[in-house]
């Protein structure tokens, strides 16, 4: 997993690419933690995402949580076939952003 950050004013998006599953997730997490107060609204770009595990979505909504206290939006963007159906069967499509 690779992880990419680019502020916009206050605006973050994280790019992330290859696999998040049970050992990577913890990364991914502490690269979300590590920003967090630095941003207004995060932007998770998941165009080079190839899959997500259990533990992916766990980091997920975690964050979205600790955002939607503080009202700072969480949107995932750029999300393939794959990842898509894990967010739909998961039902976390309804639970998440995703555009």
């Known amino acids: ?9 206050k605006e973050l998006t994280m790019t992330v690419e290859g696999r998040v599953d049970t050992i990577t997730s913890k990364d991914l997490d502490k690269e979300i ?21 259990s533990a992916g979505l766990r980091v997920l ?8 206290a503080e009202n700072i939006p969480l949107v995932i963007k750029n999300v393939n076939d794959t ?15 995703i555009e």
Do not use: C, H, P
Not at 33 to 53: H, P, R, V
Not at 61 to 68: D, E, F, G, S, V
């Open 33 to 53: 933690n590590a920003e967090l107060g630095n941003f207004d609204s995060l932007i998770m770009d998941f165009t080079d995402l190839e899959y997500i595990s």
């Open 83 to 97: 990842v898509n159906e894990i967010f739909r069967m998961s039902g976390f499509n309804k639970i998440l952003k």
């Open 61 to 68: 909504i975690t964050t979205q949580k600790k955002l939607k």
């Open 1 to 9: 997993m690779k992880v990419s950050k680019n502020y916009n004013n």
